[in-house]
């Protein structure tokens, strides 16, 4: 073996690697762009690019001493630095959520582990004014060796920290060779089982900085907020002293302070009336140090963070977090992920009113915490450190209780691993520490507590103790040892129920409450952000929360040949071990397309909400849930009423004064029309100038259902009231079936089912195949859990039976009663459903169906029927909520209208397919094609899916490109589905949004049409 096994050796961690300091890019002379663009400084050379690659399944493999500098790489492949190599299609793509991907031996990892032998040539020129040079990795996974001319540098580990090496004395002038030698797995790995698709690789920027012998080597801010003014501290180390200027000015560029130091130590600055920091307005002094040869320029903000009487304040305010956990994930590029990525991600999450982000489960790339400074975001900063795999070791005693208990044992609370934690909290706080948006540090993720976490946070609270921590798996240890809790500020949580909450709430309730991952966003959903959203309000020691999470995480393949891109999950690359498609659980698709869950959440967090609106006065009263703003200065509100869907009055309102937190008042006149379905809207627009958004963006919105004579929807009323032409409809019966006639309709009732079969209307046949009963649906990712049960109960192979119809007919048409049931082989009966049909001589069909559940069942997944329409009806309007995706407890980002689309357009395209597409409490419903149609109207609001998919075709098909459309449009109109919830990863559905009703009335009408007729 060419390389000593530092790789399983828990006692070096790194080799030759500077001491950890503070992020910073110098230049020669002041520059002020090189927060998003640091390549324009002429002392950062950036090593990326095009490198020489050889990839070895087996460490053993690798024989020849690559790095010398006179070895020929000609036999090597190329490769792009940053990348990940499994993306460059070396090695193979492997997801999994929990279980270690290798057997648990630590600090061993497999023998024949795979590496990547990296060499770059490059041409440095050595700088009088600056003749050191430091050698800078952000991002290497796992772990990695480094020569350079043929001379052995170092070795590191941790994969999202940085790894500087003082190179200097290694370097000539003109052509040099560096070469990398990067494996797969290391002890490190043990302590990154995050929840990602597992990938190698040189994945973040590799750089030199040259610098000037006597420079500045570390800095320290921090800050004191008084109440009329600020006291700045910077604490500085120097890699050899000298004489340094520090200025600090405003974003104006004028002086504010000004001090000179030679020394290590500390200087100070007093600032009077500061303006402070916050998200709504993310105000930077600028700093400025500056020696004879090099300059350093950082920005500041000023704010606080703490804690009084359990309750978290920021700047004085109560605050709570709109946050989200964010992973770096691209579906071309890996973890690979540079400024305009993050850019984009932190545009979206303005856009969708997120004030906050959770770097999990790592640390990001240094300039991502900068670019937060700048636009306004609230970070917890997490170290590189996950340990989940313990829980998932065998134990005899198979009980969440024992492995729980026992999860601690072999790393968080063994002393063998206390340097390697504490060195990756330290790595993270040591070279984020000047980031102002960063309030909180977190010590990881999922690694059960013990002494080593005790140490960690001992030690982070003794370095930095004005930012709070927090760390959620502190609560899994072993339960017959006392720990230490007093340097944990928060008690965090995941995924817990708010019934749990409000236990804590008032049983204990000693820390602020922070739900550190919740609302899992998995495929159709979440479900439950409102119920969340009401709890998070309701108490000031509930501080907050973050989503899980914001993106899905995938590997793009190309487009299909119906021009998908086809995206794969865990188990889509061959791999034995693997969590399916777990990693799909993100606010926003990989190629950051906006999931209808975004848009839930960003109506849910809406800048203000009414609180009461009387039409007779015209009092409006409004609450302000920014933390800062006043919403006069914040928001412009829009009104619109509408009639039925069509717009009849609008306007914009007048500014006035609604303080943050509090509630305010105006005035808004509006004449309501005496009969159908009035809603009142308030849109918010942004007001102000804010980075990344332009004013006059969409913020969120409001509806008010307003009173009036007759509330009813107009339009769904003229459906319902349409008279009957007396056509004489003619009866036909044979053993299978009622077939009735008249002058422009001929339908055939199924007697086996009780359902039509036939509905052949103006000479159009409107069905492609028989009618159906339908309680199934495609389970969602949400019901992963409920539908083992539903499937236990055959829901899936339910189908309908008919024991007896009966036929009438009097002057008001045909009534057919067939009594049938929903069955399923091997079972008792599920549901006992009477049904009444009434044909007109129109050929309107109206329907009661009297249904009675079996109790002994579970929730139903759905009721309604099910038509398999003609396809050419692709033409869809209807009054409900739109215009995305709506169910009875994921409705907040729609709104009630009148709405067109084509049925291609009510298809969420979710990657991996399940029930979607439903429009909750609609009125009305047509689907027409150029000439002729069909109706769906109801004086009970009821829901609806047309779709080109079958239920069968969304649950068995593995990912979207593989769909195939059904040979009919499926239209579902349902009296009830249940709830969506976020199950995947969260409680179990609220038991309000709960389908459990054991007896229900569905009515309906069902009214083919031709133009003509209209």
């Not at 003082?166 to 089982?193: F, H, P, Q």
């Not at 590799?206 to 610098?211: D, E, P, S, T």
């Not at 795999?389 to 729980?404: I, S």
């Not at 179990?988 to 569905?1002: A, G, I, N, P, W």
Request: with cysteine; hydrophobic share 35%.
């Amino acid at each position: 073996m060419i390389i000593p096994r530092y790789y399983e050796d828990l006692n070096v961690l790194h080799d030759h690697t500077m001491p950890m300091r503070a992020y910073y890019i110098p230049a020669s002379k002041r520059m002020d762009t090189l927060v998003e663009h640091r390549e324009n400084s002429d002392r950062f050379q950036l090593l990326n690019g095009t490198w020489k690659f050889q990839y070895y399944k087996s460490i053993y493999e690798l024989h020849d001493r690559f790095y010398q500098s006179d070895y020929d790489t000609k036999e090597f492949d190329e490769i792009i630095v940053p990348s990940v190599w499994q993306t460059a299609g070396y090695d193979s793509n492997q997801y999994t959520n929990i279980r270690y991907p290798f057997p648990f031996d630590p600090p061993y990892v497999p023998q024949d582990i795979p590496c990547g032998a990296y060499v770059r040539t490059f041409s440095y020129q050595k700088d009088a004014l600056a003749e050191k040079a430091f050698l800078n990795f952000e991002g290497v996974d796992s772990c990695f060796y480094v020569w350079i001319n043929g001379i052995y540098v170092g070795y590191s580990q941790v994969s999202h920290a940085t790894a500087e090496f003082d190179v200097t004395d290694l370097l000539n002038e003109g052509e040099n060779t560096l070469a990398v030698l990067v494996l797969k797995w290391c002890d490190g790995s043990y302590l990154e089982d995050q929840d990602k698709f597992r990938m190698s690789g040189i994945f973040r920027d590799v750089y030199l900085l040259k610098r000037p012998e006597h420079a500045i080597w570390d800095y320290h801010i921090t800050t004191k907020i008084h109440e009329n003014h600020a006291t700045i501290h910077l604490n500085m180390e120097f890699y050899h002293p000298v004489l340094t200027s520090i200025r600090m000015e405003d974003p104006n560029g004028t002086l504010l302070a000004e001090e000179t130091v030679s020394e290590p130590g500390q200087v100070k600055f007093e600032l009077e009336n500061p303006i402070l920091w916050n998200t709504e307005r993310p105000y930077l002094y600028t700093i400025v140090l500056q020696t004879e040869y090099e300059t350093i320029v950082d920005e500041l903000a000023l704010r606080t963070i703490e804690i009084r009487d359990r309750v978290l304040f920021f700047n004085g305010e109560k605050i709570k977090f709109r946050g989200v956990n964010r992973h770096d994930s691209d579906p071309v590029t890996g973890f690979t992920v540079g400024v305009e990525q993050i850019k984009k991600d932190l545009t979206l999450m303005k856009q969708h009113n997120f004030n906050s982000i959770r770097s999990s489960h790592y640390p990001n790339a240094p300039y991502f915490y900068q670019m937060c400074d700048r636009y306004g975001f609230l970070v917890i900063d997490e170290a590189d450190l996950e340990a989940h795999g313990p829980f998932m070791l065998y134990r005899k005693e198979d009980t969440d209780y024992n492995r729980f208990k026992r999860w601690n044992e072999k790393i968080a609370d063994d002393p063998a691993w206390e340097q390697a934690i504490l060195d990756r909290v330290q790595r993270m706080v040591e070279r984020d520490k000047n980031r102002f948006c960063i309030v909180m540090w977190s010590m990881g993720n999922e690694s059960a507590y013990g002494c080593n976490f005790e140490n960690a946070l001992r030690w982070t609270k003794e370095f930095d103790s004005d930012r709070i921590t927090q760390y959620e798996s502190a609560r899994y240890r072993n339960y017959d040892v006392t720990y230490d809790y007093k340097n944990l500020d928060l008690y965090s949580r995941m995924y817990p129920a708010l019934t749990e909450i409000q236990e804590y709430l008032k049983k204990d309730g000693s820390k602020p409450f922070l739900l550190v991952e919740y609302c899992h966003a998995m495929g159709n959903g979440p479900g439950d952000l409102e119920d969340y959203f009401q709890m998070i309000q309701s108490d000031d020691r509930m501080c907050g929360g973050f989503v899980w999470e914001w993106c899905d995480h995938a590997v793009a393949h190309g487009s299909a040949k119906n021009g998908k891109m086809r995206y794969a999950y865990g188990g889509d690359h061959g791999e034995e071990l693997h969590d399916g498609n777990f990693c799909m659980d993100g606010l926003v698709y990989p190629d950051r397309t906006p999931h209808t869950g975004i848009l839930e959440y960003k109506n849910v967090y809406r800048p203000a909400r009414v609180v009461s609106y009387d039409p007779a006065s015209g009092e409006l009263i409004l609450h302000n849930y920014m933390d800062f703003d006043d919403l006069k200065d914040y928001v412009e509100i829009l009104f619109e009423v509408t009639r039925d869907g069509l717009s009849i009055q609008s306007g914009r309102l007048a500014p006035f004064s609604v303080r943050p937190h509090d509630h305010g008042k105006t005035e808004l006149k509006i004449a309501v029309p005496e009969t159908g379905k009035i809603y009142l809207k308030l849109t918010y627009l942004l007001k102000k100038e804010l980075p990344l958004m332009n004013p006059g963006y969409p913020l969120g919105f409001d509806e008010i259902l307003l009173d009036n004579e007759d509330g009813r929807n107009q339009k769904a009323l003229s459906w319902i009231n349409r008279t009957a032409e007396t056509n004489e409809i003619v009866v036909q019966e044979t053993d299978q079936a009622v077939i009735l006639k008249a002058k422009d309709f001929t339908y055939t009732l199924d007697k086996r089912t009780g359902l039509f079969s036939q509905l052949l209307f103006a000479g159009r046949e409107y069905l492609n195949h028989p009618m159906e009963l339908n309680i199934w649906r495609a389970p969602t990712d949400n019901d992963m859990y409920l539908k083992s049960e539903w499937k236990k109960a055959r829901f899936d192979r339910a189908y309908t039976r008919a024991y007896q119809v009966e036929i009438l007919q009097n002057m008001y048409g045909v009534f057919l009663i067939a009594h049938t049931a929903i069955v399923a082989d091997s079972i008792q009966k599920i549901l006992n459903v009477n049904i009444l049909w009434k044909i007109d001589g129109n050929g309107k069909i109206c329907a009661i169906l009297t249904v009675t559940k079996d109790t002994e069942f579970p929730v139903l997944p759905r009721f309604g029927l099910r038509i398999f329409l003609n396809k050419k009806l692709e033409h869809v309007s209807f009054f409900g909520f739109g215009p995305q995706e709506s169910y009875r407890d994921k409705h907040q980002g729609a709104s009630h209208g009148l709405y067109h689309a084509n049925v291609k357009d009510l298809h969420e395209d979710y990657i991996r397919p399940q029930e979607n597409g439903s429009h909750f409490d609609c009125d009305f419903v047509e689907l027409s094609a150029s000439q002729f149609g069909i109706t769906a109207v109801s004086e009970e609001p009821f829901s609806f899916n047309a779709s080109r998919y079958t239920q069968e075709e969304l649950e068995k098909t593995a990912h979207n490109y593989e769909l195939t459309e059904s040979d009919s449009l499926v239209f579902c109109l349902d009296y009830a589905q249940n709830g969506i919830g976020s199950n995947s990863c969260g409680p179990t559905v609220l038991k309000e949004y709960q389908f459990d009703e054991s007896s229900f009335q569905f009515r309906f009408e069902l009214i083919p049409f031709v133009r003509r007729s209209l």
